[in-house]
Each structure stands twice: as C-alpha cells, then as structure tokens.
C-alpha cells in the first residue's frame, strides 16, 4: 500500500526558509493530489495546501504569501517551502494524500510525521 | 473560513461505556465532514467519511451521524485502545478545517 515519509530539517532558524520533501512509496504519484498539514499545540490541525501530480495547487490563504508546493513526479516526491519562518511555525508536519470515493474525500494515508522547530 | 467547533475538549469514559462526541460547524458543510482518531505520536487515522460511512477496517462500535452544521461520532463501548484525541474536518469549503479535537480519556 501507499506509504508517506517526510524528510528535512528539524531545526530552522527565524526569517530563514523551511523545506520538507515527501516521499511515496508503493505507489505512484500520478493522478493523485498530495497535501501538507501542520499541528501545533495552539492551533491544532491546520491544512496548508495540496498540490496535484501535474502541478496545479490550492493554498490556504493562512500561509498563501509565504508558502510554496512543488512536484517531482519522476522522483515520486512533493515538496513545501515555507519562508520568513517565526516560532509560530514550530509544528509537526505531515504530507498526506487526498483519498476519494466519489465525491466523499479524507486525507489518507499520512506520514509519519516530522517536528520541525524554529529557533535561533 | 469554516470554524469547526468539537466538545466536549474531554470526555472521561469508563472502558465499556458509550461515548459521544459532537462536532459543529459555522455554516453548513452537508455531509462532507470526517472523523479521524490520533493516538500520541502518531498521524490521525481515519474513521468516519461522509458523515456515516466507516472507513475500511473500523469496527462497527464507531457510528457518525449528521449533516448541515451539527454531527456526533459515537463509540457504542469504549475498548482500550479507543483512548485518544478525535477530531472533526470539512471538506465543503477551502481551506479545509479541522476542529480542535476531543481528548477522550480513561474515566
């Protein structure tokens, strides 16, 4: 079955740019959208935005100014780029897929998840 | 954007019990709402889709209800392994929206 591993750095200081790859496995990543969702103890589950294998993407507009999706199909990989990062960015970052069944969507499955934490 | 609001924040159960969690939104979402569960450490997983459909592998003990603004999940008797953070989500309205989660916890 599909699996979803994020990678990147843990640690990213204030002002810089943070960037998380997610990597597919079992599965291609054609024909399907992928998400990035964050956690954090104050604000809980928080969608960032989706991108499709072919590129087109929906942002939340929480994050739109600073955040870029990116694709690498022949890698089997997405990507964000969350720049002029805060503490308020400090969070668990997850990638997950969009799952359908008609018209009915959840996010599943999920990665495992990374902390990512800003901090000079 | 879409407010999804989930009481109680806890829940304390006894194992066997029924618990009963609710989940509403600040305007209508029809039935385009999940349920998923998060244990420590680990991603959510989901339960409920469509307001009442139980994803694959979920037992029967776990039952979703609702449509518009108001929706209940229900655990018809609390086993072990049921003790975690539930949360609620739309899918009606961009940006998809999570509530704040239901922590239910041993009584």
């Known amino acids: 079955q599909v699996q979803l591993q994020e990678s990147g750095p843990g640690l990213v200081k204030p002002s810089e740019t943070l960037s998380l790859t997610c990597t597919v496995s079992?599965?291609?990543?054609?024909?399907?959208?992928w998400n990035w969702i964050r956690q954090t103890a104050g604000k809980g589950l928080e969608w960032m935005g989706r991108?499709?294998?072919?590129?087109?993407?929906n942002y939340n507009g929480s994050v739109k100014s600073r955040l870029t999706l990116s694709v690498d199909p022949s890698k089997n990989q997405f990507s964000l780029k969350l720049t002029s990062v805060t503490a308020a960015d400090t969070a668990v970052y997850y990638c997950?897929?969009?799952?359908?069944?008609?018209?009915?969507?959840?996010?599943?499955?999920w990665g495992q998840g990374i902390l990512v934490t800003v901090s000079s | 954007e879409i407010v999804m609001t989930q009481s109680p924040a806890t829940l304390s159960v006894s194992p066997g019990e029924r618990a009963t969690l609710s989940c509403r939104a600040s305007?209508?979402?029809?039935?385009?709402l999940v349920w998923y569960q998060q244990k420590p450490g680990q991603a959510p997983r989901v339960l409920i889709y469509?307001?009442?459909t139980r994803a694959t592998g979920i037992p029967a003990r776990f039952s979703g209800s609702g449509s518009g603004t108001e929706f209940t999940l229900i655990i018809s008797s609390l086993q072990s392994e049921d003790f975690a953070v539930y949360y609620c989500?739309?899918?009606?309205?961009?940006?998809?929206?999570f509530g704040q989660g239901t922590k239910v916890e041993i009584k």
């Open positions: 997950a897929r969009d799952a359908r069944i008609g018209s009915y969507f959840w996010f599943d499955p």
């Open positions: 079992g599965g291609s990543i054609s024909n399907s959208y």
């Open positions: 991108i499709y294998s072919s590129g087109s993407a």
């Open positions: 305007q209508s979402v029809r039935s385009n």
């Open positions: 469509g307001a009442s």
């Open positions: 989500q739309q899918y009606n309205d961009w940006p998809r929206t």
